[in-house]
């Protein structure tokens, strides 16, 4: 009996301290995003700055999203091939959902749950070296705001680079669903793009572009966050990384569910 006490008491003991620390970084986090705007450096500065995160981020990052993207496109195609098999069935039905299942959660969601692990690990451990290293120190006392000059510039490029990665994502989906029926012999691309044509409507376009400005939000502002905070060295950069990753897949798949339940 004691010892069933004593651990019932020890669980609600762990889960009041994890929330508890949740709320903590929480309220540290919202308290990071206000100050980037608490003292905004010059235009100019902000340009500059964004043109290379630009650079890194985007164009860093598309090898590995067209792999991505005509892979799952292909794979999908074959998967749902093999499901649909009922003589009932048309084949355009396969191009239809297929290219649905791209726009709505598969080109947004896996992209952005891999450009978080490219791109926050990068974010992460590039603010956590400078933090470790007294950089972001030297920057406070020249009087730049730190997290604006360093973070800011991150955000923006983000919110305008991951969007055009998940259009091209879905583009090349369907391109990868097309090869994979003709070269599988599943279906022609004049029966995919029949079904891709009879089952599209903008409001899906624009739901996929809602989902890729919310989940570039979360990556590279968590990423920051956890890289600006980190404390202690080289170990320390690492496991700011893993957290930054961790937590931006985390909040990705809530912020998923959330935003299918509120505009679908």
Known sequence: MLWTFYLVKKIVGLIFTAEMNFFNQFGKYVLFIRGMFSKPEKLSVYIDRTITEMSNIGIGSLAIVVIIAVFQGAVTTLQIAYQLVSPLISKPVIGSIVSDSSMLELAPTITCLVLAGKVGSHIASEIGTMRVSEQIDALEVMGINSSGYLALPKIIAGLIMIPCLVIISI??????????????????????????????????????????????????????????????????????????????????????????QLLL
């Open 171 to 260: 583009f090349l989906s369907n391109a990868g669903g097309i090869f994979a029926g003709e070269a599988s012999g599943i279906l022609s691309s004049e029966e995919y793009l029949q079904g891709a044509r009879a089952s599209f409507l903008p409001y899906n376009l624009f739901f996929a572009l809602i989902k890729a400005v919310t989940y570039a939000f979360i990556i590279t502002t968590v990423s920051s966050f956890h890289g600006y905070t980190t404390k202690g060295g080289a170990l320390e950069v690492g496991a700011s990384s893993t957290k930054a990753v961790v937590y931006s897949a985390v909040a990705i798949l809530f912020s998923d569910y959330l935003l299918a």
